[in-house]
Every structure is written in C-alpha cells, then in structure tokens.
C-alpha cells in the first residue's frame, strides 16, 4: 500500500478501481485536407456552437444556472472575436484551420498565465476546453468523455475540464484525482454540485496506473494506492 498527499477539491471518500483519462491525446493535423480551410473552420464552430448549447439547456434543466453559465462562458471563449481574427488571417498566410485556431487560441492562453490575478489563471483551463472542442470538430473526432463503467471508478486525468465532470454521475464516478488544478475552477465547482470526491496530487502518474485500487479520503486530503481489504472496511466503517 502507497500513501499520497494532495490538495482537497471536494471532501468525501471513495473507493475503486483507477481508470486514466487520457485527455492531451497527440495529435497529427496533416490528415486534414480540404481546398478551403476557412470553411472547415467555420464548420468546425457551428457544430460546436450547436453541441455546447445543448449543454447549456441539459445544465439548465437539470441545475438551473449553477452549471449553465459555465458553458455560456465556453460559448463565448470558442468564438472569441480575438483568436477568430487572428486564425483567418493564419488561414490567409497558408495555415490548416487546425493549427491556425490552435495557435491563435495558444497566444491567448500565454497572456492569461502571466495574469497577477488567480481567478484569471483559473480560467485558462476553460479556455483550453471550449477551444479543444472546436479542435476536435476540425478533426472531425468525438470530444465528449463517455463516463460509463461496471462499477464506479476512480478518474484520474492530468486537467480539470468542465466538459469531463459535466459527463460524470456518482453512480460511475466514485471520485476523481487530478494532477493540475485549483479549489476555485469550475470544474471542482461542478464536482461539488454533483458531490463527487476529489484531490490535486501533482505527481499522481508516477505512483498509479490503470485498474489499480484506489482508497480516496479527501476528508483527510490523502489517497491509498492498492491498500489491504482490512484498511479498506475499517476507513469506510468510520466515515460512515
């Protein structure tokens, strides 16, 4: 058994099997060919525009506007007046729509991490997440994480993203472990909304890998790694 410290996103204990979100998939934009890369871009906007509205009507529906307004916000940052010009006058120089909105959205990003202000660095993670879903539209690839299981997991990813936790329910999401993140991103926002326990441990990939067992105590601010049946029912009977 492994023990590690992190930081809590929201108190509770879970436990299960750790399933690894692989969310920073590589990817190879040479496949995209089309002779008007500016029409694949606007494209690629209006399928995410459409997709990211029905979200805001579910979250709305189902939460009112705790969630909702989230995603307005992610409305607003994929069709930023900002990166959209600066990507079409890329696309004019000879760039893919791919890497013309990437960059683009990239040279945003840079400004906000040099940002004094906490809340405004807080937001990089959201402008990361409405944009990759317009990245992932360019490719033509699905951008929804399906959270379904057996049996309820433990995710552990590199990056809060809202749309990761919108997808997720208690019933197959025991908790979650993050290697980067903060209290204050929408996404602990949504984990406590949805009550689902969750920690930042930032070296969290070297000591786990998938269908480990994972003892979540973030009452405490500690995980188990693989810990004994015993320990299990014991911390479980006293946070009962």
Same mark, same amino acid.
């Given at each position: 058994? =492994?023990?590690?410290? *992190?930081?809590?996103?929201n108190?509770?204990?879970a +436990?299960g099997?750790i399933?690894?979100?692989?969310?920073?998939?590589a990817?190879d934009? #040479?496949?995209?060919?089309?002779?008007?890369q500016l029409?694949?871009?606007?494209?690629?906007?209006?399928?995410?525009?459409?997709?990211?509205?029905?979200?805001? =009507?579910?979250?709305?529906?189902?939460?009112?506007?705790?969630?909702?307004?989230i995603?307005?916000?992610?409305?607003l940052?994929m069709?930023?007046?900002?990166?959209?010009?600066?990507?079409?006058?890329?696309?004019?120089?000879?760039?893919s729509a /791919?890497?013309?909105y990437k960059?683009s $959205?990239q040279?945003?990003?840079?400004?906000?991490?040099?940002?004094?202000?906490?809340?405004?660095r807080?937001?990089?993670?959201d402008i990361?997440?409405?944009?990759d879903?317009?990245?992932s539209?360019?490719l033509?690839?699905?951008?929804?994480?399906v959270? $379904?299981?057996?049996?309820?997991?433990i995710?552990?990813?590199?990056?809060m993203?809202p749309?990761? +936790? +919108?997808?997720c329910d208690?019933?197959?999401?025991? *908790?979650?472990?993050?290697?980067? *993140?903060?209290?204050?991103?929408? #996404?602990g926002?949504?984990?406590? $909304?949805?009550?689902?326990? *969750?920690?930042?441990?930032?070296?969290?990939?070297?000591?786990?890998?998938?269908?480990? /067992?994972?003892?979540?105590n973030?009452f405490?601010?500690?995980?188990?790694?693989?810990?004994?049946?015993e320990?299990?029912?014991?911390?479980?009977?006293?946070?009962?």
């Open positions: 058994m =492994q023990k590690c410290l *992190g930081l809590v996103v108190p509770g204990i +436990f099997k399933y690894i979100l692989c969310n920073d998939e990817i934009s #040479s496949v995209i060919e089309h002779p008007n029409e694949v871009l606007n494209k690629a906007l209006v399928e995410s525009t459409k997709r990211i509205e029905e979200q805001i =009507q579910s979250a709305h529906r189902i939460y009112s506007d705790r969630i909702s307004v995603f307005e916000a992610h409305k940052m069709n930023d007046s900002m990166i959209l010009d600066k990507a079409k006058a890329k696309i004019q120089e000879g760039f /791919y890497e013309a960059q $959205t040279e945003a990003i840079s400004l906000f991490k040099k940002h004094p202000n906490e809340y405004l807080n937001r990089i993670v990361e997440d409405a944009t879903r317009v990245l539209s360019i033509d690839k699905e951008y929804e994480v959270c $379904t299981f057996d049996e309820p997991r995710l552990v990813m590199k990056k993203k749309s990761i +936790f +919108f997808n208690k019933d197959n999401v025991a *908790g979650f472990i993050s290697e980067e *993140g903060s209290y204050n991103q929408h #996404s926002m949504i984990a406590r $909304t949805k009550d689902i326990p *969750g920690m930042i441990i930032s070296n969290i990939f070297e000591h786990v890998k998938d269908n480990d /067992y994972i003892l979540l973030a405490e601010g500690e995980v188990f790694i693989n810990p004994e049946d320990f299990v029912k014991k911390l479980l009977e006293e946070r009962r």
